[in-house]
């Protein structure tokens, strides 16, 4: 089938659908962190478990890259978007009637395997009917989900503080699914269905270069979820409001969106990736350190440079890995298998962060430990010549 053209309405209106369900993607997690004190406040939940919160959706999304692709064949990309959204819209609402630590983590499981299935489907969604523009279409969905999480943790503290209740503050963001499955449900039957395809079969278990590019993935993510579930408690630790805190992680991921649209673009110029991967991490690495030496000096400044660095390394990471295979079938293979392994590895972090604030009374070892993690994955740039690549991947 012809791919769809993006100067047509029906895939303008795909895209703009796409868009919102994107927005889906992170605000079940992104709003937990800037209300966890209201909510530890009716709810006896440790740091080490209110990380599950986070942790076991990103563990969805890795053992989603494994079998999510399944699923979606089975039922058609149109239900599975359908059903998907579903899932994360009634986990999200049902937060409003929370009353224990036990439910709070259930709606999470759910929301994860919700957001989960749309991860795994929706990149090949976006190659599938946008063969001509993969990597606009695939910067506008990326870009969306920071920016759904942007939105959450901006806003969960302004409702909270508008209706009085935190879990109104995490049940409003399933209107967010609402309008996605509505826009989702009136564009379905204007682009007729792709016809099935034989799945992938080819394993990169076996392959030294693949596992080495799955744990650069894990390790760049993790720093994004454990700054996602512990920033804006560590400032409100601080003696922030929670809305404060909530506005500061807000400009955080609003820093990831600019540095995730324009790093593509501008490490576009050469194939060698590793100068910009190693400005990224160290702009990591410098945030991290400002947050543990002067977390209340230049406030803005830290969050800025967090942002800007893991922004592009998110999508930066994904280009390596398909950097490695010219074949278009295979690189996606490669790259779910990096995402699927990533994932799995990332969703430790919230957790092991989690532990040490009970362990240790403070996050600034979280920090410490994260800004050791960089200077490893620093190690482990200098291994990406693009050279070599077909020498490792074979």
């Known amino acids: 089938m012809e791919n769809v053209r993006a100067t047509t309405r029906p895939a303008l209106w795909l895209m703009v659908s796409i868009i919102l369900v994107a927005l889906n993607l992170r605000p079940s997690m992104a709003a937990v ?183 650069f993935f894990g390790l760049g993510t993790a720093s994004y979820t454990c700054v996602l579930a512990w920033l804006a408690p560590y400032y409100v630790e601080k003696g922030w409001s929670e809305q404060n805190a909530g506005l500061l992680l807000g400009f955080l991921t609003a820093m990831e969106v600019i540095s995730g649209l324009l790093t593509p673009a501008i490490a576009n110029r050469s194939r060698d990736r590793r100068l910009v991967l190693l400005v990224l991490l160290g702009l990591i690495m410098a945030g991290f350190c400002g947050l543990i030496l002067s977390p209340q000096h230049f406030s803005l400044l830290w969050p800025c440079l967090l942002g800007l660095g893991i922004g592009g390394l998110f999508p930066m990471s994904l280009i390596v890995s398909l950097d490695h295979l010219d074949e278009p079938q295979r690189a996606g293979g490669l790259t779910a298998f990096v995402q699927g392994i990533g994932y799995l590895i990332a969703g430790l972090s919230p957790l092991i962060a989690g532990m040490i604030r009970d362990q240790l009374g403070s996050f600034e070892w979280a920090w410490w430990s994260l800004t050791a993690v960089v200077a490893l994955m620093m190690v482990m740039v200098l291994r990406f010549d693009p050279r070599y690549y077909a020498k490792h991947i074979a």
């Open 33 to 215: 962190g800037p209300l966890l004190s209201a909510i530890r406040g009716e709810i006896p939940l440790s740091f080490s478990l209110a990380s599950l919160l986070t942790m076991l959706p990103v563990m969805a999304m890795g053992l989603a890259m494994f079998f999510g692709i399944g699923v979606s064949q089975r039922l058609g990309e149109q239900r599975t978007v359908v059903l998907s959204l579903l899932i994360i819209g009634v986990a999200t609402a049902s937060r409003l009637w929370l009353s224990s630590a036990a439910e709070l983590i259930v709606s999470a499981i759910a929301a994860g395997v919700g957001i989960a299935l749309i991860q795994a489907l929706m990149p090949a969604l976006i190659k599938s009917r946008f063969g001509n523009n993969v990597a606009v279409c695939m910067g506008l969905y990326v870009t969306s989900i920071m920016g759904g999480a942007a939105i959450a943790a901006a806003f969960a503290p302004l409702v909270m503080s508008q209706t009085g209740s935190w879990r109104m503050g995490l049940a409003a963001w399933a209107a967010l699914a609402l309008l996605a499955l509505l826009f989702w449900m009136a564009q379905r039957q204007s682009i007729p269905p792709l016809p099935a395809q034989t799945p992938r079969r080819e394993s990169f278990f076996a392959n030294s270069r693949a596992w080495l590019l799955a744990f």
